[in-house]
């Protein structure tokens, strides 16, 4: 059922593993999809599938980080297909030295005799400002920007992306799990500002799914789970990870005005029962 007919949707982070199944899936329901990502070819990789599968998309560059960059994305879409209804802020990931190599510290990491070893006393700030830039700035930046052809549409939504690490930080990633932190007060924050507006802003909470950014921490070289793995799949109830698919009927309930019309201001997770279960 062609649900989002006649609706225009943006994706930031479209070419990355959830972005373009976002992108794809709009695209299925009716939408008009605008594909952005850092990399041209990805974007374009993505909007190109979209049509040869007979639907409507662009694919294009986008930074967004840079205002500038933003500002002329949107005169593009909007020349090529009008005034917006969705925005998916699915631009994200995490930063290496933002990442500490243990999960606990211990006295002797003092004596740092392990020179691959990171630990709280090495993060450099430099790459913290990176994540949450990348993470919460690149989020504010495209709301900002796009929402302004959003106002008074019926149905307009805008849906962030949270994480299992927003509500209960994961070890290893402060940076991450900070700024994904700030990604569901900033949701809730918007929801109430832009109500008014009749613009509803919602996020999505994914758990743990396998995907590019992630995939070093979870498998060994060989292909094999680490021991981070075989925790997160301890404590996740379902016993397995997610995969892109998973997330998808939250997606276009959260776009369809006829099925969350009165939803705003939400979280919601999509992790196999890992919020719901204390481990005992």
Not at 17 to 38: N, P
Request: charged fraction near 20%; include cysteine.
């Amino acid at each position: 059922m062609r649900t989002l007919e006649s609706k225009v949707a943006i994706v930031t982070g479209g070419g990355g593993v959830l972005g373009s199944g976002f992108c794809k899936e709009l695209a299925r329901k009716g939408a008009k999809v605008a594909v952005l990502s850092l990399q041209e070819e990805k974007a374009e990789k993505v909007a190109s599938e979209i049509r040869n599968n007979g639907g409507v998309a662009i694919g294009l560059s986008c930074n967004v980080l840079d205002i500038e960059n933003v500002k002329e994305i949107d005169k593009i879409i909007f020349n090529a297909f009008g005034s917006y209804d969705i925005l998916i802020n699915a631009a994200g990931g995490n930063h290496p030295k933002g990442t500490t190599t243990k999960e606990t510290f211990e006295l002797s990491d003092l004596e740092k005799m392990d020179s691959n070893l990171t630990t709280f006393y090495d993060l450099e700030v430099v790459a913290f400002n990176s994540v949450f830039q990348l993470n919460f700035t690149g989020t504010l930046i495209p709301s900002q920007i796009f929402s302004k052809r959003m106002i008074g549409r019926k149905g307009a939504t805008i849906i962030n992306i949270s994480s299992m690490s927003a509500r209960c930080p994961m070890t290893k990633v402060p940076a991450y799990s900070a700024a994904k932190a700030a990604i569901d007060n900033f949701t809730q924050w918007l929801a109430v500002h832009m109500a008014s507006a009749g613009i509803r802003v919602n996020a999505i909470a994914p758990g743990f799914f396998l995907t590019e950014q992630n995939q070093s921490l979870l498998t060994n070289e060989d292909g094999s789970l680490t021991e981070r793995s075989s925790k997160i799949i301890s404590h996740t109830p379902m016993r397995k990870f997610g995969v892109p698919e998973d997330l998808l009927g939250t997606l276009i309930y959260l776009c369809d005005n006829n099925a969350s019309g009165f939803v705003t201001g939400v979280v919601i997770p999509v992790d196999g029962g890992f919020m719901a279960y204390s481990g005992v």
